[in-house]
């Protein structure tokens, strides 16, 4: 017994361990999972679709709710508009009624035949305008009429009342008009003689339209409808939009109801198809029903916009909780994974670090750093080995155009898309990097041949100039490519990349596309360059510049019409430059600005100058280059400079190259238009060596083409020059517009001219640009004597 009951008692602990083994596991597994849970990356989801359902939920909802609501106010506006147009008709219809009366008693207690005349002289009648009343006897003739041509006619005897007791209104069905196409109702009483037999009718006819006249499109939209209805079934009148029918029947009990009832009935109307909203009322005393319907779909519009509206919503916010919660999932799991993997995580980062500091971030090439240490290495390993090596610095040309014009982003593209075509063109064994900006060069570390260094360039240059498809647009640009070798060209990396960047910098000036060489003539070239634009920095506030004024004739008679404005600037040290040294570098620089507007008002201040005392108001023309012509306080300064200088704008000439208007032919007819409110004249210069057509320059309001050097230098032995010119001035001809000749340098050119009537021409034959003071000599004079040979 005590055997059994110790084996007893040491079974039933093994029991509980096993049992508390178990519960041990699923409480395990239990917070497991709910530890799991918790976890951000799976929480998230959960919430999200959490929150989705209470968003749709809540939209489905709310969209029902608006539905029933305009549901309701759909059909108490039916029963609203239903019981003004109900107090409308029972009034008209009273109203006739009333007048059928006056006409029954004026002819059955007075034994007037036509009780007309009388009750017209009373003001009894309605408007002859809209209502038609008569008299008819037993036979249907037409004994009286407020319509004089109506007299006297004939009437079918089934529209005579029938003789008897019924003296109720009678109205009957509607009639078609065969000349006009209107319907028309006839409302009638009967007349009885004294001693009670049959006497004829009282009758009013009225244009149905009338009894729909109420229409109010702003309520009733464009498929709403009004209705005048017989309990025959017959509609006397009915109107939907601008619709107006008559005579349709219909099953009058389906339509109206025999009880009173104040619900407006959602059902689609028999007659057009339409799904309305319909109340129906029969008229107090009369034949006659009245039918209001509103168009479901056209009262619902505005609803079913705003459920999209809901719906698109609801749409979008789900969309982004979706992203938001995956987005924070995903992060969540990044992190989680992070933590598992924090030795990685630290080796990954370090060879992040590292990449970063020796690679461009965006095309993933090397950067300055990394390429000036591959660069020096290479230099070690030429100079160890005696070999050559070559640097290319190349910088794209329209770069800035893609980023104004298509956005940073599509810069990006292009300058990624660039780094691939560069990589995929060369060796293996060549280096490309990016400097920064648009800015690449590349190491060419073993040249075989002399024109290996050539051959680079140009598949450089062929594979840059493919076009490129950026955001769905197809956008071309080019490169300017500069070449340093070593050893000649330097010994370190610095003078290497310096002198190619100088060669690059003279590709650009020789036309961009394509690839120069560095020489010492380059070196010297850029150190000039440099030292014009120091000094043009300080020209102006040093009064360094002057104005030489060039003369502008007349074709035939040789007296001077105009002038022009030409730039000299007077160097300290250098002495005179010439414009086509400073020029190019100011407008690069955006100097040609605060230039360009010491230009203009010093021409005009030496032009009223000369007026005052009293030399011929003559014209003065003022170049203005591509950086001025886009600044944007053009048209502000050449006010303020006309009018604190007291020149006359009619005096003024600005010429403007052909290539610039027809760059941005829209801003360019913008901007000439506002010169003209100015009453500026606007000359087109350098025509003649552009695209411009008679259609092209039909839009801009000209006044002067002045034709280019170019194309006059030659045509005494030129055919195609001759013609050229000869095409020009019919073309200024046709256009009503003052040809000038600029750069005649010989009597030829001249005499062939005058012979093709072109108006003016300026040019070395006649006068060298000269200052302002021997000009004014050349005005006395001609002013002295007109007829003075130039």
């Avoid at 990954?348 to 300055?368: C, F, K, Q």
């Avoid at 050559?388 to 593209?413: E, P, S, Y």
């Avoid at 011929?616 to 170049?623: E, F, K, Q, T, W």
Wanted: charged share 25%; aromatic share 8%; with cysteine.
């Amino acid at each position: 017994m005590a055997i059994q009951r110790a084996s007893v008692m040491t079974s039933a602990p093994s029991v509980v361990h096993r049992e508390n083994a178990q519960a041990d596991v699923t409480n395990n597994l239990f917070r497991r999972g709910f530890d799991q849970a918790r976890e951000a990356y799976i929480l998230f989801p959960l919430l999200a679709v959490l929150l989705l359902l209470l968003i749709w939920a809540g939209t489905l909802y709310l969209i029902k709710v608006e539905h029933a609501r305009a549901q309701q106010g759909i059909a108490e506006a039916s029963l609203e508009i239903g019981a003004t147009y109900e107090a409308q008709i029972l009034r008209a219809v009273r109203e006739i009624d009333q007048t059928l009366k006056l006409v029954k008693y004026t002819y059955e207690s007075e034994r007037e035949p036509n009780p007309l005349p009388k009750l017209k002289a009373r003001g009894l009648l309605p408007s002859p305008y809209l209502f038609d009343v008569s008299v008819v006897d037993a036979s249907g003739r037409v004994v009286a009429s407020t319509q004089p041509s109506e007299a006297g006619s004939r009437m079918a005897k089934d529209a005579l009342q029938t003789p008897g007791p019924d003296t109720a209104l009678s109205i009957g069905r509607p009639r078609k008009s065969p000349a006009t196409g209107e319907w028309t109702l006839r409302f009638s009483r009967r007349l009885d003689e004294g001693n009670g037999g049959f006497a004829g009718i009282a009758m009013i006819e009225v244009d149905a339209a009338y009894f729909v006249s109420s229409y109010d499109p702003s309520k009733l939209g464009d498929h709403g409808l009004l209705g005048l209805l017989g309990i025959d079934g017959i509609f006397r009148a009915r109107r939907s939009g601008e619709t107006i029918s008559a005579g349709d029947p219909i099953d009058y009990a389906s339509v109206v109801p025999d009880t009173e009832n104040t619900e407006a009935i959602r059902a689609i109307n028999p007659w057009d198809g339409v799904r309305r909203y319909t109340s129906a009322r029969q008229l107090y005393d009369f034949p006659l029903a009245v039918i209001v319907g509103l168009s479901e779909e056209e009262q619902l519009a505005a609803v079913t916009r705003q459920a999209q509206r809901y719906l698109w919503r609801a749409a979008g916010a789900s969309l982004l909780l979706v992203l938001l919660a995956g987005l924070l999932a995903r992060m969540s799991w990044q992190l989680a994974q992070s933590r598992l993997r924090a030795g990685e995580a630290k080796i990954a980062y370090a060879e992040s670090v590292e990449y970063l500091a020796y690679h461009d971030g965006l095309t993933a090439l090397p950067n300055r750093s990394l390429f000036s240490k591959l660069l020096s290495q290479s230099i070690r390993e030429a100079d160890r080995y005696d070999r050559q090596l070559a640097v290319l610095f190349l910088d794209l040309d329209r770069f800035k155009q893609v980023n104004d014009t298509l956005g940073h982003d599509a810069g990006d593209q292009l300058l990624m898309e660039v780094a691939q075509r560069l990589e995929a063109c060369l060796r293996s064994s060549d280096t490309v990097a990016r400097l920064g900006g648009d800015e690449f060069v590349i190491l060419l570390p073993e040249l075989s041949q002399d024109n290996d260094v050539a051959s680079a360039a140009q598949k450089v240059l062929g594979a840059i100039a493919r076009p490129f498809n950026l955001q769905g647009q197809e956008f071309r640009v080019t490169a300017s490519v500069g070449i340093s070798v070593f050893p000649q060209d330097g010994l370190d990396e610095q003078t290497l990349t310096k002198n190619a960047d100088i060669a690059m910098y003279q590709a650009k000036q020789r036309g961009k596309n394509n690839f120069q060489f560095y020489s010492a003539k380059l070196n010297a070239d850029s150190l000039e360059r440099l030292t014009l634009e120091l000094s043009l920095r300080h020209a102006l506030e040093r009064q360094e510049f002057q104005l030489h004024y060039q003369a502008k004739r007349d074709i035939r008679s040789g007296q001077i019409t105009g002038m022009e404005a030409l730039l000299r600037w007077n160097h300290p040290d250098l002495g005179i430059v010439a414009p086509m040294q400073f020029i190019p570098i100011a407008e690069e620089t955006g100097l040609i600005v605060p230039i360009g507007k010491w230009v203009l008002k010093t021409a005009c201040q030496q032009n009223v100058a000369w007026q005052r005392q009293g030399l011929p108001h003559l014209g003065v023309a003022v170049n203005l280059t591509a950086r001025q012509f886009a600044d944007e306080d053009l048209l502000a300064d050449l006010a303020e400079i006309l009018a604190e200088t007291g020149m006359d704008a009619r005096l003024l000439e600005l010429e403007i190259a052909e290539r610039l208007l027809m760059q941005d032919v829209k801003r360019a007819l913008s901007v000439l238009t506002g010169l003209k409110r100015l009453q500026v004249r606007i000359a087109i210069d350098d025509f003649g060596i552009g695209y411009s057509s008679l259609s092209a320059l039909e839009q801009f309001p000209l006044d002067v083409i002045k034709i280019d050097r170019s194309c006059i230098c030659d045509t005494s032995s030129v055919s195609e020059d001759k013609a050229l010119t000869e095409a020009i001035i019919a073309m200024g001809r046709t256009l009503s517009l003052t040809v000038v000749a600029q750069g005649v340098e010989t009597k030829e050119q001249a005499d062939f001219l005058r012979d093709n009537a072109c108006d003016e021409f300026q040019g070395f034959y006649f006068n060298r640009p000269i200052p302002a003071d021997q000009f004014k000599l050349l005005l006395q004079a001609q002013a002295t004597d007109p007829n003075l040979d130039p």
